[in-house]
């Protein structure tokens, strides 16, 4: 039997029903193949970064899987597409946006993946509900790094 692993996804959505669109890729993260979903974080809402369009709705989740991360990767983009995510341009607005941040301690660099993800550093929508389920994983350095982009915890 494989071996499971912890691995961290960020959720996020800008068009439509938003903050239902999380709420169920959260239902629909728990119901992958082999992989179960641990915790998720409260809802944040954020201003668009290095994008346009309205206010994301963002959360993180903490998922146990027994599936490599280049499958679960192929999975996330599966509910996106499920979720009507479309592609126009980069950074477009979104229906879903699911980002496999980090696997196990898994360091990877391929063309379709990299682990942790090149850019969760760098952003609070990321940084703030990591922390808020995985305190660990998030320094107090980093939260400072980012203390600037806002991010709001919804009710």
Request: proline content about 7%; cysteine-free; hydrophobic content about 45%.
């Amino acid at each position: 039997m494989t071996q499971e692993t912890l691995a961290y996804v960020a959720l996020g959505a800008n068009l439509g029903d938003a903050q239902g669109t999380v709420r169920q890729a959260l239902q629909w993260l728990d119901e992958l193949p082999d992989t179960r979903l641990v915790r998720a974080s409260s809802l944040y809402r954020t201003a668009p970064v290095d994008s346009s369009g309205p206010d994301y709705i963002n959360a993180v989740a903490q998922v146990r899987t027994r599936i490599d991360a280049h499958r679960l990767l192929s999975m996330l983009q599966g509910l996106e597409q499920r979720a009507g995510r479309e592609r126009p341009y980069p950074n477009a607005p979104r229906t879903l946006d699911l980002d496999l941040l980090l696997f196990g301690d898994a360091h990877t660099a391929t063309a379709q993946l990299q682990l942790p993800h090149p850019r969760m550093y760098q952003r609070a929508f990321v940084l703030v509900p990591l922390a808020e389920i995985a305190p660990a994983l998030v320094s107090p350095e980093q939260l400072q790094a980012v203390a600037g982009q806002g991010v709001t915890r919804m009710a």
